[in-house]
């Protein structure tokens, strides 16, 4: 259902409608993030890519992971941050928790474009989500030339530790064990997004945004 902002009957209206429903469906993007603290400019920007702003004048993680770095290296020193301050790590905030109290006793399921795998954190059954435009967690094949994906978790945190000047170090770089060639993010960009890390797989010819 949907609720008139600054309706002051709204939140009792809406917490009636949960307790007294049979089925929920949550559909969340990024604003449920926002307000979990997973904000993507400002003091938190500045926080974790003050070198990456100083050189390039970027203006918010978003645009960042857009621009295009003077190497690979550069790239992944870029990313590796990204994912790791927005995938690998709790939110500031218990935002989703708190919608995970609200909602556990019910037969509840998630449709969420989020990539950031709060839902997950946060105790979702993952079998119960269904998160449309990728994971921050996996790569993929930017060719491609297959349909598999691949866990990033350990590389990453290796990357956050051993980059220097902007840089992580080249035997780092992710590559395809097929082709070679770079990996990428399993992202809806502009390639086909392949199976995702709980079963459900899509086959879509994407466009740009």
Known sequence: MFLK???EGSIIQLSKCIEECDAIIIGAGSGLSTAAGLTYAGERFEKYFSDFIKKYHLRDMYSAGFY??????????????????NRYINSPKDTYQKLLELVKDKDYFVLTTNVDHQFQRAGFDSKRLFY??????????????????YDNEEIVREMIEKQKDMKVPTELVPRCP??????????????PLFKMKDGIKLTIDMKIF
């Open 178 to 191: 097929h082709c070679h060639a770079p990996l990428t993010m399993n992202f809806v960009v502009i390639i």
């Open 68 to 85: 295009s770095y003077e190497s690979l290296e550069e790239h992944w020193a870029y990313w590796s941050r990204h994912i790791y301050y």
């Open 132 to 149: 449309t435009q990728g994971d921050y967690g996996l790569w993929q094949c930017s060719v491609p030339c297959h349909q598999e994906t």
């Open 5 to 7: 902002k600054n309706n």
